[in-house]
């Protein structure tokens, strides 16, 4: 073996180009071992298809790719419903297996004067990425997030970095990455604030999709991670909203209204604030006549999506931010209020007062003031994965809002080589 391209204070020096990472492999007897237990209490992550281990750094796709060094990488939403077995069949055939887990990722690489560069990474792998052309219809108009050529290109499918075998993720010590998807950060940003761009980003793009000028009462459901960075584009770049937002815990209310909630209740009294918008009848308990005239649902549960859609004016639009799974829901007040629902997916281009702007311009735009690492609740070494996905896994009943992997931190190797 030889060398790795680059150098980085997380890789040592001298060492062979194996890498540590978290891989997720497809293992359907654990997969399914892991969705019975799902179904009764939160698993051990030890049931999942997840395990650590050593493997060569992959090797660079074209010349348009470096090699990347994860310093903070966070654990999100749909990287524990994977975990879990709790996710859409439906994206199956959007990865390929074995991949290393991690898409909100705060790194380095080799810049081309030989220093270090910081960036965030853009895991987003539309055409650019993959060399793809012509460029699908969607890549081309400014909307790689709706990108459709996701299985050809140089590199194996993969909705995104973290989903793809080739490029291994930020659960890692090392990655690959395209020079379209690097972010570089300022360094008046902390790397406790630049790892939430990502999903700040993913905020961003939600709160755009309703247009710059907001005449109406918002409503946003859920004040875990998402939700609460909702809340703060929504603030951003809508100065003068009524957010009313709802929360589970205690520290989820004093954050919403941090980031700018006008309003902050428990998750069944947003029908009786829906109802006093207009005064309008209420049809039992959880059934206004009248409500917001938008609706984020930032946790993708059946029974929030059903609520957003009860809590909706008639005619208004519910934008769907957390990822759903596959459940039933009762579609009836779509019909009879002549609700539009959409979804809002990741980041691309946004107009903001004529400007085209891609998203992530724009989260750093807004980032300076929010004040980003106050979700940051708590960071793990990779070779304490399980406790990491466990703190997760239960962060609002502990208190925790945003909880990510620490490759500053020293790794043991001895409890690497154990958990083989």
């Keep these: 073996m030889g060398q790795s391209q680059g150098a980085s ?22 997969f399914a071992a892991t969705k019975i237990v799902g179904l009764v209490a939160n698993p051990r992550a030890a049931l999942s298809p997840l395990r650590i281990l050593e493997k060569d ?18 654990i999100c939403g749909s990287d524990l419903a994977t975990i879990t077995s709790n996710s859409s069949r439906y994206l199956e055939d959007f990865v390929s297996f074995p991949f290393v887990m991690g898409h909100e990722v705060l790194g380095e690489y080799l810049a081309a004067d030989g220093s270090m560069q910081r960036a965030v990474l853009i895991p987003s792998l539309n055409c650019e990425v993959r060399g793809t052309e012509p460029k699908c219809r969607f890549c081309e108009s400014g909307h790689p997030q709706r990108c459709q050529l996701l299985n050809i290109g140089t590199i194996s499918t993969g909705l995104q970095t973290g989903y793809c075998q080739d490029t291994s993720g930020g659960w ?10 690097l972010f570089d950060i300022p360094k008046t ?24 000028n907001l005449n109406t009462q918002v409503a946003v459901i859920g004040s875990g991670t998402l939700g609460l960075l909702t809340i703060a584009a929504l603030r951003a770049i809508h100065p003068n909203a009524e957010i009313i937002a709802t929360a589970k815990y205690p520290h989820q209310k004093e954050l919403a209204l941090q980031f700018g909630a006008t309003t902050v209740s428990a998750a069944n ?19 206004p006549t009248d409500g917001f ?3 984020f649902d930032a946790v993708g549960s059946s029974s929030t999506i059903e609520q957003a859609l009860k809590v909706a004016a008639p005619g208004a639009d519910v934008i769907l931010v957390g990822m759903p799974k596959e459940q039933k829901i009762d579609l009836t007040p779509l019909w009879m209020k002549e609700i539009s629902i959409k979804g809002s997916y990741a980041y691309g281009t946004e107009t903001l007062e004529g400007e085209k702007v891609s998203t992530f311009e ?31 896994l239960n962060a609002g009943r502990r208190g925790s809002v945003k909880i990510a992997f620490d490759m500053r931190k020293g790794q043991n190797r001895e409890s690497w080589s154990q958990k083989q």
């Design 269 to 287: 009294e947003l029908y009786r604030q829906a109802r006093a918008i207009r005064s309008a009848q209420m049809i039992a308990s959880d059934k």
């Design 172 to 181: 890692s010590q090392e990655l690959v990455a395209h020079r379209a998807q």
């Design 9 to 30: 204070p997380y890789i040592p020096a001298n060492r062979e180009i194996d890498v540590k990472a978290l891989v997720y492999e497809r293992n359907i007897a654990r």
């Design 57 to 74: 750094a992959p090797e660079l796709p074209g010349e348009d790719w470096v090699r990347f060094y994860p310093k903070l990488s966070g």
């Design 362 to 392: 724009l989260a750093a735009r807004f980032a300076p003031g929010i004040g980003l690492s106050k979700l940051l609740s708590a960071t793990y070494r990779l070779d304490d994965f399980e406790k990491a996905i466990d703190h997760a």
């Design 189 to 212: 940003f902390s790397d406790e604030d630049a790892v939430l761009l990502e999903p700040f980003s993913c905020a961003v793009h939600a709160a755009m999709s309703i247009g710059n």
């Design 293 to 295: 005239g938008i609706v």
